[in-house]
């Protein structure tokens, strides 16, 4: 068995960014530069979700009923939506996720694209 820590990562952080999103949104239907304390945590641990995203899908295919339990349990401890709504919940967790790791790395090879050629211009 390949474990849930992975998943449990990635859910925990797509789950807490988006409900501060949305508590964020809840006085004015902004996000606002008085809401950036919100999202520090968030920002911080995004390195740790672009490393254990590429591993959610082995575990995910590996899930026992027990890993199962947990990870909807989180789903519900985070969202306080109802058991019938999980599944739906995770799969556009995942895909937010995915995405969202792509676009960290999109940008990580623009900077280091970028890098290299100043580097070339220079020499």
């Known amino acids: 068995m390949k474990g849930i820590a992975n998943i449990l990562i990635v859910l925990a952080w797509c789950l807490d960014t988006f409900m501060d ?3 964020s949104k809840q006085d004015d239907d902004k996000i606002n530069l008085k809401d950036a304390p919100r999202f520090i945590d968030n920002i911080t641990r995004m390195p740790g979700v672009v490393k ?3 591993e959610i899908l082995a575990e995910a ?3 026992d009923g027990n890993e199962a339990q947990q990870v909807a349990l ?6 306080g939506c109802k058991k019938e709504e999980v599944k ?6 995942m895909i937010t ?3 969202t790791a792509e676009w960290i790395n999109s940008g990580i090879d623009l900077a280091n694209t970028i ?3 100043k ?3 220079h020499a």
Not at 74 to 79: A, G, R
Not at 88 to 93: F, L, N, S, W
């Open 21 to 23: 999103i949305r508590e």
């Open 52 to 54: 254990a995203a590429p």
């Open 61 to 63: 295919l590996d899930l």
């Open 74 to 79: 989180l789903v519900i401890e985070k969202t």
């Open 88 to 93: 739906m919940i995770i799969q556009k967790a």
């Open 97 to 99: 996720t995915g995405k």
């Open 115 to 117: 890098k290299a050629v």
């Open 119 to 121: 580097k070339t211009d």
